[in-house]
């Protein structure tokens, strides 16, 4: 059974970086998509950044040029490299695996439903 672990988050000032960190266990995500979202009280939670099983990548316009997403060479840990964080930014970040897939399976961020394992959520704070 793949978990899923974040880790990273906490309080930053606007213009700063932090990096999250997806950890998993009890499979390697050779076959799964990874998707990082987002969420704030009342909202419905974001699809920011995905990871298809191949290695291609995709952002939502609002984090496009700011964050990165990337995979460690043992396929077990998926990061989210964030840059220029903004309080709008502000937000639990849950990272998810869609699969098992196809290899070089390409990924998508909706919809969210797809996703079927999830992590626990960490939460990112932007504020001076």
């Known amino acids: 059974q793949l978990q899923l672990v974040e880790s990273g988050g906490g309080l930053v000032q606007p213009g700063g970086s932090l990096r999250l960190s997806c950890a998993a266990s009890g499979r390697t995500l050779d076959y799964y998509n990874i998707g990082w979202f987002r969420q704030v009280p009342g909202k419905e939670r974001e699809g920011i950044s995905c990871m298809g099983s191949g290695g291609t990548t995709k952002y939502a316009d609002s984090v496009k040029g700011r964050f990165t997403i990337s995979r460690d060479n043992s396929k077990t840990t998926v990061y989210l490299e964030m840059n220029s964080l903004e309080s709008e930014d502000t937000a639990v970040y849950y990272c998810?695996?869609?699969?098992?897939?196809?290899?070089?399976?390409?990924?998508?961020?909706?919809?969210?439903?797809?996703?079927?394992?999830w992590g626990q959520g960490t939460q990112v704070t932007v504020s001076s």
């Open positions: 998810a695996a869609d699969g098992p897939t196809a290899t070089f399976s390409l990924c998508a961020l909706y919809p969210k439903e797809r996703y079927g394992h």
